[in-house]
């Protein structure tokens, strides 16, 4: 394969760049990895705005960056965009390509570009965050764009892409602005790569959490409530509740105090952690008797208020408090994205206080608990640490040795991991948790971070072996991430189809005929007891027709009751997940339910 960029300190340059700058490196070749598909990806971006200016003259562009699914630019039209244009666009893109156009790098002043662009107000606003003098332009054919690379060297090679969606947003993502276009795409070199792609999508849009959400009565949004508040239905809150009762067991069992904390802090609390500073602009402020408060975004401080209560000895660390801890967030509005991305959430959130040489030992239990329940919901998963973002407190000093700890306790149990630089948390470096769903999707939940700022911001202590006061690790660690936004990802995972312990009706129960009701409400009591979920459908509607409305509702098993089981105390079975049909007593039933619901445990 032909080498088409170079990798050196991290950094991916493209071979016009590498030979201006002399650059010698790790040769990267057309293959399917992240630094190939991002050469090919930031070309096709630039390929498929080109398309855009030939079939609209008028177009102005913004930025056109690469992301981790695929491509995107944010661009300016005298026209309102909706996905029946991607084709249009795509096919525009096939025929530039034919063209074999030399994509060629050159080199410009600052000064000189501003002029050349000095109508395009899209083009100023790029220049304003830009404070190189010499700039670097692509130009393919009559196109030209401002751009650091990297690209392919001609637009041949750019063959097998799929443009995904048209959607807005904000100018620079900025809500005070206005409201311009966004195309998203993807592109591979080999083509069964994007038809697998393809196929991946089309199976995605089948298990889109928000469809089944509505087809399953879980969840709903109100434009009168406001945006990115979700309203959970008896059928989701019954999913929630039980997903939170199997979690709340798994947490007590392994040793964590349940704890709460007010929603609302004083924002003098937010200036001493940290977060007025570095997080202000995603959190919400009002006031109160002429004070000015903060809705919590995390539940950190509060947990670190209920150390401070008591007294502690080096005798009660590690200290583990949890809470299912609701907090807000201000998402723009553009990403927000059903359960995915809310403004307010339910963090599995945990704070564990411990000596530093706990701390291996602690995340090592972290992580068990983090096993434990991807086994039980099915899911595969990988870690990645992340280190000192550019907005981060805390000296060099604190992070390397921190971050050395978490990796030396992940070398030291075999743990394979992924590094993402300046990914941490602007408090301290973390462990990210993500999982691998069904069809192949990566998706960010749970964290565990490391941070022994907050403890000295809030000048915490315990009592050692000494009688000495010494400053405790804080470890700030959650599983799900957020109840919602697990979900919603457990919602695609199994397509609906949830474990039997947290469905939100785990038995239909359907009566042939009238005379058969009172045994059905007789049953459906007996299920209450065991606190498993059941409904009665006794509609007027043919046998079959309720039978596949029980189907239709994903429940895990459903119920027909006659004569012949009314007469001998039995009920004929249908488990949609064996796909299998049986008849019992109903005691037998009872005794299945109360193993079945034992199958699941965290």
Not at 431 to 446: E, F, H, M, V
Not at 458 to 477: G, L, Q
Request: some cysteine; proline content about 3%; glycine content about 6%.
């Amino acid at each position: 394969m032909n080498c088409i960029g170079i990798k050196k300190d991290g950094q991916i340059y493209d071979i016009q760049t590498a030979q201006a700058l002399n650059i010698q490196g790790e040769e990267i070749v057309a293959s399917n990895t992240p630094d190939a598909l991002e050469i090919l990806r930031h070309s096709t971006a630039h390929l498929m705005a080109q398309a855009i200016k030939e079939l609209y003259p008028e177009a102005q562009f913004f930025v056109g960056p690469v992301v981790s699914e695929g491509f995107y630019y944010d661009f300016k039209v005298n026209k309102s965009l909706n996905n029946d244009d991607l084709k249009p666009i795509e096919k525009k893109m096939k025929e530039i390509a034919s063209r074999k156009l030399p994509i060629v790098r050159n080199e410009i002043s600052k000064d000189e570009f501003e002029k050349q662009f000095a109508n395009d107000p899209l083009k100023q606003m790029v220049l304003k965050n830009i404070t190189d003098e010499v700039l670097t332009t692509y130009t393919q054919g009559d196109f030209t764009d401002l751009c650091k690379g990297p690209h392919l060297d001609n637009t041949r090679d750019i063959r097998n892409f799929k443009l995904l969606r048209v959607a807005g947003a904000y100018l620079g993502g900025d809500e005070k602005n206005e409201m311009i276009t966004r195309i998203y795409g993807i592109s591979f070199f080999d083509k069964q790569d994007l038809k697998d792609y393809i196929t991946m999508m089309e199976e995605a849009a089948k298990r889109d959490h928000r469809r089944l959400g509505t087809d399953l009565k879980l969840f709903t949004f109100s434009d009168d409530v406001g945006a990115g508040l979700p309203l959970w239905l008896p059928n989701g809150a019954r999913l929630r509740s039980k997903l939170e009762q199997l979690l709340y067991k798994a947490h007590r069992i392994r040793g964590y105090q349940p704890v709460r904390g007010p929603e609302i802090l004083k924002a003098d609390a937010w200036v001493k952690s940290g977060h007025y500073a570095n997080y202000k602009e995603n959190m919400y402020f009002t006031s109160i008797d002429d004070m000015e408060y903060g809705l919590k975004p995390m539940n950190c401080v509060g947990h670190i208020e209920i150390f401070k209560n008591d007294l502690v000895s080096y005798k009660d660390l590690p200290m583990k408090f949890f809470e299912y801890g609701v907090v807000h967030r201000h998402e723009l509005s553009g990403a927000m994205h059903g359960l995915f991305r809310v403004r307010e959430f339910t963090q599995d959130d945990a704070h564990i206080f411990c000596t530093q040489d706990q701390i291996k030992e602690v995340i090592m239990e972290v992580i068990e608990f983090v096993e434990s329940l991807m086994k039980t919901f099915d899911f595969k998963y990988e870690m990645e640490v992340s280190t000192k973002p550019e907005k981060a407190i805390g000296d060099d000093a604190f992070w390397e040795s921190t971050t050395k700890g978490i990796m030396d306790a992940l070398d030291e149990n075999g743990y394979s991991y992924g590094i993402d630089e300046g990914g941490g948390a602007f408090y301290g470096p973390k462990i990210d948790i993500k999982i691998l769903d069904a069809i192949g999707r990566k998706w960010q939940c749970g964290t565990i971070q490391v941070d022994m700022n907050l403890p000295e911001r809030f000048d915490i202590n315990y009592t050692t072996k000494e009688d000495t006061r010494e400053r405790p690790v804080m470890i700030h660690r959650a599983i799900l991430g957020s109840f919602e936004r697990f979900i919603g990802i457990l919602t695609e995972h199994c397509a609906g189809e949830f474990p039997f312990s947290i469905a939100p009706t785990q038995v239909s129960i359907v009566p042939i005929a009238s005379a058969h009701h009172e045994y059905a409400k007789q049953l459906q009591k007996e299920l209450i007891a065991m606190e498993i979920d059941s409904d009665i459908f006794d509609s007027n509607d043919s046998l079959n027709k309720r039978i596949r409305t029980a189907e239709k509702q994903r429940v895990p098993m459903i119920v027909v009751v006659g004569d012949e089981e009314v007469a001998n105390n039995k009920i004929a079975l249908r488990d949609r997940r064996k796909r299998e049909r049986s008849e019992m007593s109903k005691e037998d039933f009872l005794k299945m339910l109360e193993n079945k619901k034992q199958e699941d445990k965290i």
